[in-house]
């Protein structure tokens, strides 16, 4: 006689989701409906760091949490510290066994927890992970940022070969995958720093042993003009560089290096393309940073050198490179600045109290 498996209680708290929200008041809102209209909701917790908002973000996230009457929503009201501050104050907060984040102005897809809550209640999982849509500000789709083909989903073992197929395609983004909780335990986002997500996501992929992969697009990350990915500063240089070093640091001779040395390698074409895209009174400053990554890179491979024979994969040369690439950049430049001030007109308005 066969017996029956008990049904699965998917009203236990399972998955918290951090929200940062900084002045997105025209979009927090939305960010919110698309997480409380998921099924499985009890299995999910909502926490929303505001991080200094000056707009009226905070009073949309306190409407919500009152008409929700605290079941599943809290929210954490700190000083502008920026998006790593946020999410690491999030993370305290966190209860459950699996964590995910939300951006205050991108939005789940409807099939988010239906696909997902399954998963983690089997509590096998360190990570799930799943392909993304980039949207526009009225939430349709644009584009796909596919991290699992159809032919790749299912659970995976994160051996060696892996783990170096993800440092290879360097899919950092820290909202394509839901984590097990503990693998935040010993690590932080780095505040005052871009490029968060390159220098956090990377140890933590090392660091889990298993992930399930699903083929389906579950978050909508939208494209706004003047977010950060669309600016270039040397302080992204500077940020990058240290991001770079850090890698390298973690290179000692052991089977990981090469993952390391990959990762460098992402980290330095992330470089060469924000090179690129530096206003003309940085562009040397900025070029000499580059060429100091360069530098970072090759000293580290000459001090694994009598430790190591596996073989090295040099630097690309990237000087005339980067130069084609800013040209390209440039004339791109001017064709944006059109579109920018046709679409001036037709941005999202403000959520306004009433």
């Given at each position: 006689?066969?017996?029956?498996?008990?049904?699965v209680?998917?009203?236990?708290?399972?998955?918290?989701?951090?929200?940062?929200?900084?002045?997105?008041?025209?979009y927090?809102?939305?960010?919110?409906?698309?997480?409380?209209?998921?099924?499985?909701?009890?299995?999910?917790?909502?926490?929303?760091v505001?991080?200094?908002?000056?707009?009226?973000?905070?009073?949309?996230?306190?409407?919500?949490?009152?008409?929700?009457?605290g079941?599943?929503?809290?929210?954490?009201?700190?000083?502008?510290?920026?998006?790593?501050?946020?999410?690491?104050?999030?993370?305290?907060?966190?209860?459950?066994?699996?964590?995910?984040?939300?951006?205050?102005?991108?939005?789940?897809?409807?099939?988010?927890?239906?696909?997902?809550v399954p998963?983690l209640?089997?509590?096998?999982?360190d990570m799930?992970?799943?392909n993304?849509?980039?949207?526009?500000?009225?939430s349709?789709?644009?584009?796909?940022?596919?991290?699992?083909?159809?032919?790749?989903?299912?659970?995976?073992?994160l051996?060696?070969?892996?783990?170096?197929?993800?440092a290879?395609?360097?899919?950092?983004?820290?909202?394509?995958?839901?984590?097990?909780?503990?693998?935040?335990?010993?690590?932080?986002?780095?505040?005052?720093r871009?490029?968060?997500?390159?220098?956090?996501?990377?140890?933590?992929?090392?660091?889990?042993?298993?992930?399930?992969?699903?083929g389906k697009s579950?978050?909508?990350?939208?494209?706004?003009?003047?977010?950060?990915?669309q600016?270039?500063?040397?302080?992204?240089?500077?940020?990058?560089r240290?991001?770079?070093?850090?890698a390298?640091?973690?290179?000692?001779?052991?089977?990981?290096?090469k993952?390391?040395?990959?990762?460098?390698?992402?980290?330095?074409?992330?470089?060469?393309?924000?090179?690129?895209?530096?206003?003309?009174?940085?562009f040397?400053?900025?070029?000499?940073?580059?060429?100091?990554?360069?530098?970072?890179?090759?000293?580290?491979?000459?001090?694994?050198?009598?430790r190591?024979?596996r073989?090295?994969?040099?630097?690309?040369?990237?000087?005339?490179?980067?130069?084609?690439?800013r040209?390209?950049?440039?004339?791109k430049g001017?064709?944006k600045m059109?579109?920018?001030?046709?679409?001036?007109?037709?941005q999202?308005?403000r959520?306004?109290?009433h």
């Amino acid at each position: 006689m066969a017996f029956e498996q008990p049904p699965v209680d998917y009203t236990k708290p399972l998955l918290s989701i951090v929200v940062t929200a900084y002045n997105v008041d025209g979009y927090i809102e939305e960010a919110l409906e698309s997480v409380l209209t998921q099924p499985y909701i009890d299995a999910l917790r909502i926490i929303v760091v505001d991080d200094g908002s000056t707009d009226s973000t905070f009073a949309a996230v306190q409407a919500i949490v009152e008409r929700d009457g605290g079941r599943h929503v809290q929210i954490i009201r700190q000083s502008n510290q920026g998006v790593s501050a946020a999410r690491n104050a999030g993370i305290d907060a966190v209860r459950t066994p699996y964590v995910g984040f939300l951006d205050g102005d991108d939005i789940y897809r409807e099939s988010f927890a239906r696909e997902v809550v399954p998963l983690l209640a089997d509590a096998r999982w360190d990570m799930v992970e799943y392909n993304v849509e980039i949207i526009d500000d009225d939430s349709r789709k644009l584009e796909e940022i596919e991290l699992v083909s159809a032919s790749e989903g299912g659970e995976c073992t994160l051996d060696p070969d892996a783990h170096l197929r993800f440092a290879n395609r360097f899919h950092t983004f820290v909202w394509a995958r839901v984590f097990r909780i503990d693998l935040f335990r010993d690590r932080q986002f780095p505040v005052g720093r871009h490029y968060e997500d390159m220098a956090i996501v990377p140890a933590i992929h090392l660091a889990a042993q298993n992930v399930y992969r699903v083929g389906k697009s579950l978050y909508g990350y939208r494209r706004r003009f003047g977010s950060i990915t669309q600016r270039s500063a040397v302080s992204d240089m500077v940020d990058l560089r240290d991001i770079g070093l850090e890698a390298l640091a973690r290179c000692d001779g052991s089977a990981s290096d090469k993952f390391w040395l990959t990762v460098f390698g992402k980290i330095f074409w992330r470089a060469r393309h924000v090179c690129a895209r530096v206003d003309r009174a940085s562009f040397r400053r900025a070029s000499d940073i580059l060429r100091a990554m360069a530098g970072d890179y090759q000293a580290a491979v000459r001090s694994l050198a009598p430790r190591s024979d596996r073989e090295v994969v040099e630097l690309e040369a990237f000087d005339f490179a980067v130069r084609v690439d800013r040209s390209l950049h440039q004339v791109k430049g001017v064709a944006k600045m059109i579109l920018r001030r046709r679409l001036d007109h037709h941005q999202r308005e403000r959520r306004v109290d009433h």
